[in-house]
């Protein structure tokens, strides 16, 4: 976010709850497909596996943007 005053900041953080709530939406949907996947399914390991991969990327992801800005 730049740091202006806050009537230049409003669209920064317009922009910002755009992506937060297009992001989280795409993530409910990608969990409600997963579960329909697995539903027919004769296991459950598959849509589990594939979310612990989502999640490892998504940790190192945010890891490695931290280990860049110490640097």
Same mark, same amino acid.
């Given at each position: 976010?730049?740091?202006?005053?806050?009537?230049?900041?409003?669209?920064?953080?317009?922009?910002?709850?755009?992506?937060?709530?297009?992001?989280?939406?795409?993530?409910?949907? %990608?969990?409600?497909? !997963?579960?329909?996947? #697995?539903? @027919?399914?004769?296991? =459950?390991? /598959?849509?589990?596996?594939? %979310?612990?991969?989502? !999640?490892?990327?998504? #940790?190192? @992801?945010?890891?490695? =943007?931290? /280990?860049?800005?110490?640097?």
């Amino acid at each position: 976010m730049p740091q202006t005053g806050l009537a230049a900041t409003m669209p920064w953080i317009a922009g910002f709850s755009l992506l937060v709530v297009v992001g989280g939406s795409l993530w409910i949907g %990608a969990g409600a497909m !997963l579960v329909q996947l #697995s539903r @027919g399914a004769r296991t =459950s390991l /598959l849509p589990r596996r594939i %979310a612990a991969v989502c !999640l490892a990327v998504f #940790s190192f @992801g945010i890891a490695g =943007s931290a /280990l860049a800005a110490m640097v």
